[in-house]
């Protein structure tokens, strides 16, 4: 008997399967039971057969006693299942597999019949508590993505949103992810972003977790983004494709003014464009396969800079609205009185448009993937991979002068060896990989002469000034003069800016980073009531960094008009360091009064030069290892157990040149290692249950921790010895420290005050040279519970809810209780009391006074750890997601998620002040600060909608036509008012509670995807495409400003504490702090920008693009 299609009668029973990981991160697996269709009784004996096109040889196995069979090591893709019994022989189609999953194939067997039908296996992974989704390239093809690299497609994860850094997933933030292509990890190793971008057209899968995984998977509190590339077979395959996104197919980009300044910034796409080719196939078949592509990437942005000045010209009406514009006095009949007009709908100042100009930026990248395959034996098989990317980009300044741009360019290369073997009747498996990532960052001036300037930033003059230095047109020049003959507005400021950037470029880099990683991990199945599966594995990893440290003409300056700021970086002499270098003498604020005078000095040497000079070079290092064990028990065929626990440690070193010296801050001599996390233990539990016992369900519940692996900025930073110098200049009178007035400015030049006439007003060192570790440090880590039901709704649709709450338990943090001379790198508001004890013995044994003074110093310091407030993170969501295979034509994934995201630490991204620096950020410097941040935090977006899908029509046999659609509504983020604190600058100040007004509005939007598809000939076929981005043109607000007192206004400082618990009334009666931190009779000052859209989503776009296939 031979019969088509799904109409055959089949019986789907459940399997006595093994674990849901029993494959790697890059392969899957298929697994069931075979039963006689009358009797449903097992089947022992039946040979299964797997083939398809992604493998070297078909694989196979022979039913157990039980009639349960498993095969591994499958690349993803589509194969045929071939059962083979005595007198029966069934051929089953639309067997498709993914990496990291195992696909359930159960099949009944009527004896005596052969039978061939195509019958895809449920959706539902029975074995498994993995919470995530997988993409393909059918996803990626038919779905329009605004990103053309894999990282941004993990965006279509539920939960998931874009934090203006990468994507975030399930209240944690972009930088606590990891990011593995084909095993090798390519997270970043500085801040834990995306460290090689994988164009989409070169993956095969790509899979996102973000809850419930296995003892495998570790290093990260965020998502894993675990994408596979493309491979070879026995047939040539590839194709030639390339898109292309003129700005002419973009709307114009909706202005976010600046209430404050004179120059607003839009950037528009110029074009964007990749193109490029892949080929697969045999170098020797059935033995040796390669694959291989390369893909120029290019793209330009315009960036219109409008300049506008403000008018005095108009009153308001008893109707509320403004009346028309008179410039006369009104003892002249007009309306002019001297301050500047203000539009009572909006808020903002009135302006008068003056002129428009162009700058550009560009960037350039090559994209090269290479991969062999070599089936060494049938069950053996080895893998070798590459990836490089070299870019390079120019942007110009806005702000300011357009030389003020940068140059960047550097390479990603990553590149692995894997090897595989089934061994003891494919009873026993062993994997081992050996990796390496590298990249390289260079960044300097537009202009290579101008890495010898320093930057200087003019804070709060006017344009008519300062377009006189050359960066403005002319008639920006005399539209923004005061005071002319031609000024209509001669009582106010026609152009006042809040900054404008000269000289030098800033910070340059120099930077290198290198990942060498190995893995090692052997699977075992034995049958003790029931099956077991038993894996155990060991990864260890030796990161190395080369970091710059160095400015742009040896400072960075803040030029206020009657003040200047000068920073520099310094290292400071150590007690016996008799290097002539140290020639310069760095003061700073004695707080805690150890030494008796108001002062501290050091010894110091400005660093300053090109790199390689003293001090501009820091090489740090941080080594990494872990071990695993889980069992996967399932003592029913329909229950499955799983049960493991993971081990991990992280040792970060010091710089290499600051080992065996002592720390001039602390007194304590640096050893080799700097801060070493060990004792993190992360156990994995899960329990999954199948209710219709043949695969259509899962009811499933996982509770596991999970410990963050520290980025190397903290060894860039605070175990680098970096110390920045701060210096303050009184430039407004006589007798000109730095120098007298600078006529093109109108102020004293800054940069005349590096080498001062006279003595700065302040000084300050910042030093994260000072840092000590409190001693029994621990881990940061995260615990998450994931309780969720699946159905099989029907044959290719499947319904799941799922319920999802993460919180972090510890957190790793600087936190200061001198004033800033001092960080310590601790757990915030817990320190051991046993460690506590040991110190205190240890100073009872100490004899030399300075020593034991120095040690109740740190002792003091220590116990002002649990006068922090415990950090706070919760994440609880409800995700209701509904999915349709593609089938028939029509593919869809959708996803609703109600979550909240509160506390009052958001994670390793500042989102408040914009601070990037993972576990060393100012959120838990101060004390004094901690007030209000406990609330909704940035990541918090209640509702989340989308909607993923494409249907393709088929116009005949040679010809299809395909639309495909995306869809998205998500809550807008909670609106703060901030503050400027003295010591640390800008927005470090929660002036009311976290979210207390409010939240932006609901954003949403709608992309489309339209291809027509032809076949050429035999193998060959060509696809035409447009994707339109952002349909009907919703700009919405992405962000707000959130500056409700700058640090510094017209009338000076305007730093202000916070109002511990107050309310928008109460902003009115805030005082303002001056730079020693008391606090004044003067009110602060409102930024006028305050709670205005500083930035939007990307306006309506489309792209075009082909593929050609063969």
Known sequence: MHSRGTSIAFVMLAAAASSALAQSQTTGAIQGRVVERATREPMAGVTVIVAGPALMEPQSAITDEDGGYKITELPPGAYAVTFHAEDSELLRTGIGVSANHVTPVFQAIRRGEVVEMHAPPPQINVTSTDHGSKLDKQFLEKIPLPSRTADGAAGTQAGAHNDGIGTAFSGSTSLENRYLVDGIDITGLTFGDVGTPVLNEFVEEIEILTGGYNAEWGRAIGGIVNIVTKSGSNRFRGSVFGTFQPGQLSARRKAAPVNASSIDVTADRGYSADFGAELGGPLIRDRLWFYAGFAPQLSRTRFTRTTKRQTDCRTLLASGELSHCDPRTAAQGGFANGAADVDPKTGFFVTEEIDRDVRASSSRSYSAIGKLNLAITPKQQAQLSAIVVPSRSRSPGLLGLPTTGRRTSGTTFDTAARWSAKLDGDRMELEALVAWHHATVESGALDPALDSTPAQVLIGGNLGRWSALGGESQ??????????????????????????????????????????????????????????????????????????????????????????????????????????????????????????????????????????????????????????????????????????????????????????????????????????????????????????????????????????????????????????????????????????????????????????????????????????????????????????????????????????????????????????????????????????????????????????????????????????????????????????????????????????????????????????????????????????????????????????????????????????????????????????????????????????????????????????????????????????FNLYNHQGTFDVDTTYAPQRGPDGESNVNPISGGTYEDLLWAKAIDRSGMETSRPIQRNPNFGKTIGRYAPASAQVGFRLTF
């Open 475 to 1028: 008639r920006t020049v005399e539209k923004c003069s005061d005071g002319g003959a031609g000024d209509p507005y001669p009582g106010i400021t026609n152009c006042p800016l809040t900054a404008y950037s000269i000289g030098g470029p800033g910070a340059l880099a120099r930077d290198r980073e290198d990942r060498l990683a190995s893995r090692l991990s052997v699977l075992r199945r034995a049958r003790l009531l029931g099956t077991h599966e038993l894996k155990a594995g060991i990864d260890a990893e030796n990161d190395s960094k080369r970091t710059a440290r160095l400015y742009s003409g040896g400072a960075s300056i803040i030029n206020f008009g009657g003040t200047v700021d000068v920073t520099r970086w310094v290292q400071l002499a150590g007690p016996d360091d008799k290097d002539p270098r140290f020639d310069q003498i760095c003061n700073t604020p004695d707080t805690d009064g150890a030494t008796g005078e108001a002062t501290r000095a050091y010894s110091c040497d400005h660093i300053a030069g090109g790199i390689g000079a003293p001090g501009t070079t820091i090489d740090g290092r941080t080594l990494h290892w872990a071990a695993y064990l889980r069992d996967s028990w399932q003592p029913r065929s329909n229950l499955t157990l799983n049960a493991g626990v993971r081990y991990e440690e992280q040792k970060m070193l010091y710089a290499s040149n600051l080992r065996g010296t002592v720390d001039p801050l602390t007194g304590n001599r640096f050893g080799d290692t700097a801060m070493h996390l060990r004792g993190n233990f992360a156990p994995r539990l899960g329990a999954i249950w199948d209710p219709t016992e043949i695969g259509r369900s899962k009811v499933f519940a996982s509770w596991g921790r999970f410990f963050e692996a520290i980025p190397m900025n903290i060894n860039d930073r605070s175990f680098g010895g970096e110390v920045s110098y701060q210096q303050t200049f009184e430039t407004a009178s006589s007798p000109f420290p730095c120098g007298a007035p600078d006529p093109a400015l109108g102020i004293a030049n800054g940069v005349g005050c590096l080498s001062p006439a006279g003595p700065p007003t302040t000084e300050q060192l910042f030093g994260s040279s000072g840092v000590l570790v409190a001693p029994g440090i621990k881990a940061q880590y995260l615990d998450e519970l994931l309780l969720g039901v699946e159905y099989q709704l029907a044959e290719d649709v499947k319904l799941g809810v799922i319920y999802q709450h993460r919180e972090l338990g510890r957190v790793v943090e600087d936190v200061s209780t001198d004033g800033a001379s001092t960080y310590i790198i601790a757990n915030p508001g817990e320190w051991s009391a046993s460690e506590e004890r040991a110190l205190e013995r240890r100073i009872a044994r100490t004899e030399d006074p300075a020593a034991r003074a120095r040690l109740e110093h740190e002792l003091g310091m220590y116990r002002g750890i649990r006068r922090f407030d415990r950090p706070q993170r919760n994440y609880d969501a409800l995700e209701v997601t509904l999915a349709r295979r593609f089938s028939r034509g029509l593919f869809v994934q959708a996803s609703y998620t109600y979550s909240r995201t509160e506390g009052n630490f958001p994670g390793s991204v500042s989102y408040d002040n914009g601070q990037v620096d993972p576990n060393i950020s100012s959120q838990y410097d101060l004390i004094e600060l901690l007030a209000n941040r406990r609330g909704p935090l940035p990541q918090d977006r209640p509702h989340s909608l989308k909607l993923d899908g494409y249907y393709t029509f088929d116009l005949g046999p040679r010809q299809s036509l395909t639309f495909g659609t995306r869809l998205r509504a998500v809550s807008g983020i909670p609106i703060n008012a901030l503050g400027g604190h003295y010591l640390y600058g800008a927005d470090e100040s929660f002036l009311l509670p976290r979210g207390q007004l409010g939240r932006t509005g609901m954003q949403h939007g709608a992309d489309l995807h339209i291809a027509y598809g032809r076949k050429l000939a035999r193998g060959l076929a060509v696809e035409v495409f447009a994707d339109i």
